[in-house]
Every structure is written in structure tokens, then in C-alpha cells.
């Protein structure tokens, strides 16, 4: 009985430090791409945007990228 608390006990603590892990990894992730993401969206430079999310999509803990811009007129764009 004893084992069973203590390795669900384990289970728990170890899921926890890997979605902290993960959840850390996302942001710095967003951190360094967003401005250089914008800058190529702004620019209309399609070529670096699908460089950068293709960089983003070589991430093993990665499967898919959404960008999403919304405007101040209200014109939304979503790739």
C-alpha cells in the first residue's frame, strides 16, 4: 500500500515538473520568435515568416504553429 502512495506520489510530482518544463520552454519560445515573426508578417516578407515557423515546427515538443494577427480596425488574419 505504501509503495503504491509513494509512486503515485512520484508520478505526480515528475508530471508536474514536466509541464512547469514545458510550459517554460513555450514561452521563452514565444519570447525569442514573436518580434522577428511580426517583423516578417509587418514586412509582408512571406519567406522569413515560414522560415521562422518552420524553425519553431523543428522543435521536437512542437507539432503545429497557429500566427494569428489582429489589427486595429478589427481585420483579423489566421494561418
Same mark, same amino acid.
Given at each position: 500500500?505504501?509503495? !503504491? ?45 515560414? &522560415? ?13 504553429? !497557429? ?8 481585420? &483579423?488574419?489566421? !494561418?
Amino acid at each position: 500500500m505504501i509503495t !503504491s502512495v509513494l509512486t503515485v506520489v512520484q508520478l505526480l510530482l515528475s508530471y508536474l515538473d514536466e509541464k512547469e518544463t514545458l510550459s517554460k520552454f513555450l514561452s521563452e519560445l514565444e519570447t525569442v520568435h514573436s518580434e522577428a515573426l511580426a517583423r516578417g508578417f509587418w514586412e509582408l516578407n512571406d519567406e522569413a515568416a515560414q &522560415n521562422i515557423i518552420d524553425g519553431i515546427l523543428s522543435y521536437d515538443a512542437i507539432g503545429y504553429v !497557429s500566427v494569428s494577427i489582429k489589427a486595429e480596425d478589427g481585420v &483579423n488574419f489566421e !494561418s
